[in-house]
């Protein structure tokens, strides 16, 4: 037999570091696991029992995503705990537009080369943390280490959530009406959305301007620009419970144009007071520096809304008080309208 003897590290794929990496966050993983979870970590399948009790007529509602391009700068400055925390944020915030309560999350992860430590923050440290937060239990997931697939430092990450409701009280927009009102909740800069747009406005930057102090940011630039997604299911599942909503948005790719309508019936339209949002500074340095349209930034960006709840005039004050957290602004009304939906910016 040849000395020069083939196996799986040689060609790129470690084992022994996916086990290590596996070791580090299981009890990161184990801990957002209740009674439900039947089978999780090292399972062919992971298993989840949901408890039904008070739902007479369940649906489950699921979506999948990814952090597209921002893993690209995730990488370049090694933000692996965010990256995690983004992935969650970006897939829960669209099952919870529904009215559903998250109950379970899968990971999947393509990457150049494991390394244990980077993983462990990622999945543990990020991705587990945050479904810790919400009650959501991460049972499963993949690491596919793949040379020939992605570059040094590249890597992808996607996931994959369930949520329950009952379809009885599920949010489809059938409640609003005209004279509702349209209540803003803070994003804390871009969330995922809009990426390759972001690194094309700031190609030229050297590692020094992406690093250094902004006094506009009160931060870097990369440091804001990697703030992880923020997660709105707590403050939306307790808005729902208290039967204040009518309708909800997920502000991702699109901007409030595109979304706010998807979640609005024909025959209403949306009337946004752009006056009413406070802009984030990171948008204005974006836009500045790739000598952007204001149009085609919010209709890329959320700008400074990360999610849009639609509720009654009564209901307003106790939703925006349940939604403090997020520093909830009225920022619009639904009125008459003639056909399919759209939202038009009053300034």
Not at 203 to 222: G, K, M, P, R, V
């Amino acid at each position: 037999m040849s000395e020069n003897t083939l196996d799986y590290q040689a060609s790129g794929v470690s084992i022994e570091a996916q086990d290590e990496a596996i070791a580090a966050f299981r009890q990161d993983v184990e801990s957002t696991h209740g009674p439900e979870v039947v089978a999780g970590v090292g399972a062919f399948g992971a298993a989840f029992a949901p408890d039904l009790t008070g739902i007479s007529n369940p649906v489950l509602v699921n979506s999948t995503d990814s952090l597209g391009t921002k893993t690209i700068v995730h990488s370049r400055f090694g933000t692996w705990e965010n990256a995690g925390r983004d992935v969650v944020g970006c897939v829960v915030n669209d099952i919870i537009v529904s009215g559903a309560r998250p109950l379970y999350f899968l990971d999947y992860l393509g990457i150049n080369k494991v390394v244990p430590e980077q993983i462990h923050q990622m999945v543990g440290k990020g991705i587990a943390a945050a479904c810790r937060e919400i009650g959501c239990a991460l049972i499963g997931g993949e690491i596919a280490e793949m040379r020939d697939v992605y570059k040094p430092g590249d890597f992808d990450l996607a996931g994959f959530a369930v949520g329950l409701v009952d379809r009885g009280r599920m949010l489809d927009g059938s409640g609003c009406r005209e004279g509702s009102v349209l209540i803003g909740l803070e994003s804390n800069g871009v969330h995922c959305n809009g990426f390759s747009l972001v690194r094309a406005a700031f190609s030229e930057l050297n590692h020094d301007q992406w690093t250094s102090y902004n006094e506009d940011l009160d931060s870097s630039l990369a440091h804001a620009l990697l703030q992880p997604t923020v997660c709105y299911a707590n403050a939306v599942g307790r808005c729902f419970n208290a039967g204040l909503l009518q309708a909800a948005a997920h502000i991702s790719g699109g901007g409030l144009q595109d979304n706010v309508p998807r979640v609005v019936p024909d025959g209403l339209d949306v009337e946004v007071d752009r006056s009413a949002i406070s802009i984030l500074p990171v948008f204005d340095i974006i836009q500045s520096h790739g000598n952007i349209s204001t149009a085609e930034m919010w209709h890329v960006f959320n700008m400074g809304i990360g999610f849009a709840l639609i509720v009654s005039h009564e209901s307003a004050g106790p939703a925006m008080e349940i939604c403090a957290e997020h520093n909830p602004r009225l920022i619009g009304r639904l009125v008459k309208g003639s056909g399919k939906s759209k939202l038009v910016f009053r300034d």
